[in-house]
């Protein structure tokens, strides 16, 4: 059964870091899998965050580039982000996300599997 879960949420005042994991298993070939980083706040729609391909190439959104590293540990099967100098704009539920072989950049709709997300929170 494949399987993705994140953890490393939490709340976090303003310029703050923090590192989100997501562990895939049941998954054969992890290193063909592309895979993402997605956001949802409240009342606005998933947005992509970054996302990294089977070569090593990442992509941000423009709103974390310079503040946020994606970085995939094939051997271990999992994905990190590392957040930094975070925003009160960046409060929102995380999720991980994979699609195996396919380029996907920071499509959604591209993306067929999905953890069920960590909460971040950025508040003073």
């Known amino acids: 059964q494949v399987q993705l879960v994140e953890s490393g949420g939490g709340s976090v005042q303003p310029g703050g870091s923090l590192t989100l994991s997501c562990v895939a298993s049941g998954f054969t070939g992890y290193s063909d899998y592309v895979m993402g980083w997605f956001r949802q706040a409240p009342g606005k729609e998933r947005e992509g965050v970054a996302a990294?391909?089977?070569?090593?190439?990442?992509t941000y959104a423009d709103s974390v580039r310079g503040r946020f590293t994606i970085s995939k540990d094939n051997a271990k099967s999992t994905l990190l982000l590392q957040m930094n100098n975070l925003e009160p704009e960046d409060t929102a539920i995380y999720y991980c996300a994979a699609r195996r072989g396919v380029p996907c950049s920071l499509v959604a709709g591209r993306f067929n599997y999905w953890g069920q997300g960590t909460q971040v929170t950025v508040s003073s």
């Open positions: 990294i391909e089977r070569d090593g190439s990442t």
